[in-house]
T-cell receptor, first 114, second 108 residues
């Protein structure tokens, strides 16, 4: 049981390049989340997915797209990276909508856009 | 206005002191409330859930005031290991929003 895994751990992009951040969980959780955290700031919700096949915008969705193709995986895509997207990206999951339990977080992806 | 607001700190207190953090949320439909702890460059970890009746876990006490839309965290007898950023978290259905965090530094 690996919990929530994220790849890659580190990435450097040039402005305008595209990439996909991968997230997977093996806990059979329904809801999954993508956050970004800028230096000295809290986590800001980019997108979330309450269940397989559904996605919703969070606080800061602009410049990102997401895909929840199955229950395990929730990917975050940057189509044309910008320096303002330099951040640490965390993926998280929770068991189900009714549960007040904790979110399980991945270790984060540190992205730098030059 | 941000949906979840916290005093960013930093709070710098001596070991053994009592320290309190506050958090306000703007959406009255919010359902669940939590405090998370985050160490530098690591993922956040749940510290405790927050209930209307108040709850305590060792040196940590959390309170929720739904009428005022206000959450608090009290840390008694603070330890050096309590130095971290404390994040207030609010959940409404599947949407989970974090505050920007309060930095706490405990000095010997």
């Amino acid at each position: 049981n690996a919990g929530v895994t994220q790849t890659p751990k580190f990435q450097v992009l040039k402005t305008g390049q595209s990439m996909t951040l991968q997230c997977a969980q093996d806990m059979n959780h329904n809801s999954m989340y993508w956050y970004r955290q800028d230096p000295g700031m809290g986590l800001r919700l980019i997108y979330y997915s309450a269940s397989e096949g559904t996605t919703d915008k969070g606080e800061v969705p602009n410049g990102y797209n997401v895909s929840r193709l199955n229950k395990r995986e929730f990917s975050l895509r940057l189509e044309s990276a910008a320096p303002s997207q330099t951040s640490v990206y965390f993926c998280a999951s929770i068991p189900d909508r009714a549960s007040p339990d904790t979110q399980y977080f991945g270790p984060g992806t540190r992205l730098t856009v030059l | 206005r941000k949906e979840v607001e916290q005093d960013p700190g930093p709070f710098n207190v001596p070991e053994g002191a009592t320290v309190a953090f506050n958090c306000t949320y703007s959406n009255s439909a919010s359902q669940s409330f939590f405090w998370y702890r985050q160490d530098c460059r690591k993922e956040p970890k749940l510290l405790m859930s927050v209930y209307s009746s108040g709850n305590e876990d060792g040196r940590f006490t959390a309170q929720l005031n739904r009428a005022s839309q206000y959450i608090s965290l009290l840390i008694r007898d603070s330890k050096l290991s309590d130095s971290a950023t404390y994040l207030c978290v609010v959940r409404r259905a599947s949407k989970i929003i974090f505050g920007s965090g309060t930095r706490l530094s405990i000095r010997p």
